[in-house]
């Protein structure tokens, strides 16, 4: 897969982080089911996965049986792997045995990002995931934004346990977000904290500017199942 200008550079013969992040909506009848088999593919997937190096499922805070799955493997070859894996299979299985409201068929996304590799292991969060489609014409003005929100958020607050962002490898312009927070409240207490931030800040300065998206933003929150 190729990596779209905008994004985070680096060599392709060094590995980089590859996300994959999924939102979608279960009928009520089969949330169990899922629940299920979400929790065996996360374990499995990191016990039995050199590669696998995150795996995230967050419940919609708002909407019940609307989740998230946010991924991370060691470069696409990572991905790739995990593709073959029986547990991999079991999903598929499983997205074929019509689970999915009709309006809440699976959104997927893969990216590749600009952090250091590291394991991240199962834990309670507040979580975000954020969709963003910029102008061409202010791309380069949106990453200095980002990336500045970014490293202000993973150096400066405390509470915020990740922030990892890419440009998704199959729609160009598109930017695909995960973002996790603790503290009280589930975690909330850690993303209200960032919303007053001055990094923050400088992110809804230039959101509040005159229409710099090509669509609307779509920005979810959910907390972690473990």
């Known amino acids: 897969m190729n990596m779209l200008s905008g994004t985070c550079a680096f060599s392709m013969s060094t590995p980089r982080p590859y996300a994959v992040n999924l939102r979608f909506s279960l009928k009520p009848s089969r949330r169990q089911d899922f629940l299920s088999l979400a929790k065996e593919n996360q374990r499995k997937s990191l016990d039995l996965e050199p590669a696998a190096l995150q795996y995230t499922v967050g ?16 470069g696409a070859e990572g991905f790739d ?14 997205k074929n045995s019509d689970p999915f409201t009709d309006e809440g068929t699976p959104i997927i996304d893969f990216y590749f990002c600009n952090h250091d590799i590291e394991k991240v292991p199962i834990r309670p969060a507040f979580g975000v995931h954020v969709e963003l489609y910029p102008k061409p014409e202010v791309l380069q003005q949106f990453l200095e934004v ?10 400066d ?28 409240d589930g975690g909330k207490e850690g993303f209200e904290a960032h919303q007053i931030s001055p990094h ?6 230039f ?20």
């Open 146 to 155: 980002i990336k500045y929100n970014q490293k202000g958020s993973v150096e």
């Open 59 to 74: 419940e919609d805070i708002d909407t019940p049986n609307t989740f998230y799955i946010h991924e991370q493997f060691i």
């Open 200 to 205: 923050f800040k400088a992110w809804e300065d």
């Open 207 to 226: 959101a509040g500017t005159e229409d710099p998206f090509t669509k609307p933003p779509v920005v979810a929150f959910f907390r972690t199942i473990e």
């Open 157 to 184: 607050e405390s509470l915020c346990l990740q922030y990892v962002f890419g440009e998704s490898t199959v729609e160009k312009n598109k930017f695909i977000y995960h973002e996790e927070y603790k503290g009280a």
């Open 81 to 94: 792997a995990h593709r073959a894996m029986d547990h991999a299979a079991d999903w598929d299985t499983f």
